[in-house]
């Protein structure tokens, strides 16, 4: 992964030090493991072998597995949101948003309870934020930031599947990304009747 959230740590790098970064190391590794194997797959020995901590750490700092996915999953959609504000490089907000989602795809095919994992979802408030103003009622400025929400998740989970059984392969990235914003935009924007 590049450098947006998680670092792969490799076993012949220094430990991390003091309790910030011990606890960034354990978060980047979790999100990095439970991406690609899922939470079920992924064991808290496994997080501490990948992050050069002890195991005992994971429990003194989160808890158990589930206080780490929730704590995990509370760190991507915070720094998602950080990003966002910063106005940093695209490609490392697209880098933690593709991170995020697949943590929590494999979460809910795990079978997390992930609706109440997360205390805050700043990314779907910041969504709504920008739908409320074009719609009468809180109801349909909701369904409108849902609807655009599972939109940009279908195309990023199901991506080559669309394009390659629609007739899209030939469009490149770039521009069927212009397509898929334009179309969560109108989504945000047009008022259902």
Known sequence: MGGVVVSKREPDHDKPLGRAEIVQAILAS?????????PS??????VATHAAVNHSLI?????????????????????????AASGDVDAERQ?????????????????????????????M?????????????ERAAQLAAAHATALQYGWRLLGPVLRAG????????????TEVLAEIGRTLSLPRD
């Open 30 to 38: 979790a999100a990095e493991l439970f991406a690609a194997k899922g």
């Open 41 to 46: 797959s992924t064991s808290l020995r496994d």
């Open 59 to 83: 429990h003194r700092y989160f808890g158990t597995k589930q206080q780490l996915l929730a704590a995990t999953l509370q760190h991507l959609a915070d720094r998602g949101v950080e990003l």
């Open 95 to 123: 880098e933690l948003g593709d991170l995020h989602m697949r943590v929590l795809v494999r979460s809910a095919l795990d079978g997390y309870p992930i609706a109440e994992l997360q205390e805050r979802r700043p990314g």
């Open 125 to 137: 408030e910041w969504v709504l934020d920008q739908a409320r103003p074009n719609f009468p009622t």
């Open 166 to 177: 629609f007739g899209l392969a030939d469009m490149d990235d770039e521009a069927l990304r």
